[in-house]
């Protein structure tokens, strides 16, 4: 019999359209409620079926990774071994392009990815609880990026409802200075139990678009919405504030802000050329940044 071929996936980043702390809880995780789109630019995963679990790193990001026992792709193999028994597994290769540490869930991109190719080599369902369990366990923002579609992300991560987002031309800027998550929340500074939004703010929550809406209808909704991380990150890491003002500056921008933790940021338009355009300014002005220009949906 000849070897099974390799599996391939991707993992595509994830931009925070919005993102809200309703509080601390008693355990200390963060309640949140996200507006989550998903955008055109990927790490690239394969499993090349085997007795062994390996992982190897590739791509112009590599070293960013660290060492490969905390990578989350073999957090997540791991846990899902010892919640399925007899799984199968092999060597995964991540060709790594996203930016770590970097507001657009990149590593549990990848995470989500692995799970995903263990489930076809496994004929696992997405829908399967055990995968759902150690997708949260893997970390908040895998069990969003284990579908990798627009949804309303509430609760720690667990709780996600679809949502029927438009193709959006975006441009996406990371200046190449990671922010770990730990310390913007540590710098919102919110002890156990407190809350910042209350009963009256959860009943004058926005209603978010149908199915069919314009992006200028989403803008205006999202508008109304704000990214409660923006102010931490930006005391943690004050060149957030100067990738925001380049993208707020651009032609033909609808709006403009960080996503997830930082330092990524991101920004809608009405057209494509926009978009490019205004990346080419700005790859101009900032050659050192990491920028990308495509469409979240």
């Known amino acids: 019999m000849s070897p099974m071929p390799a599996l391939i996936e991707e993992g595509r980043a994830k931009v925070n359209l919005s993102l809200r702390v309703v509080g601390r809880r008693a355990d200390g995780y963060h309640d949140l409620e996200s507006v989550v789109a998903f955008a055109d630019c990927a790490d690239r995963l394969t499993l090349e079926p085997g007795d062994e679990l390996k992982l190897t790193t590739t791509g112009p990001l590599a070293a ?13 193999a791991k846990l899902l071994a010892e919640a399925v028994p007899n799984l199968k597994l092999g060597a995964f290769a991540l060709d790594k392009v996203l930016p770590v540490a970097a507001g657009i869930g990149g590593g549990s991109a990848d995470a989500a990815a692995a799970l995903r190719l263990l489930a076809r080599l496994n004929d696992l369902s997405l829908d399967d609880p055990r995968l759902q369990k150690v997708a949260l ?22 709780q996600l409802l679809p949502l029927a987002l438009p193709s959006m031309p975006c441009v996406m800027v990371n200046p190449r200075a990671p922010v770990a998550t730990k310390d913007v929340f540590q710098a919102l500074g919110l002890r156990n139990g407190e809350l910042l939004v209350g009963a009256t703010s959860v ?8 199915e069919g809406a314009s992006i200028a209808d989403w ?20 060149v957030i504030g100067d990738v925001l003002e380049a993208l707020r500056e651009s ?4 709006l403009a802000r960080m996503s997830g933790s930082g330092a990524t940021c991101f920004a809608i338009y009405g057209a494509p050329a926009e978009t490019h355009a205004a990346a ?4 101009r002005d900032h050659p050192g940044w990491w920028v990308h220009a495509g469409t979240l949906s």
């Open 64 to 76: 960013a990774c660290g060492d490969t026992s905390d990578n989350l792709v073999f957090k997540a």
């Open 219 to 238: 803008v205006g909704v999202l508008e109304t919405v704000a990214n409660d991380l923006e102010a931490p990150a930006m005391r943690i890491e004050p």
């Open 203 to 210: 009943l004058e929550a926005p209603a978010w678009p149908e």
């Open 280 to 283: 080419e300014k700005i790859r």
């Open 251 to 254: 032609a033909g921008v609808k």
């Open 137 to 158: 366990a893997t970390g908040a923002d895998v069990p969003v990026c284990l579908f990798s579609r627009a949804c309303d992300m509430t609760g720690v991560g667990e």
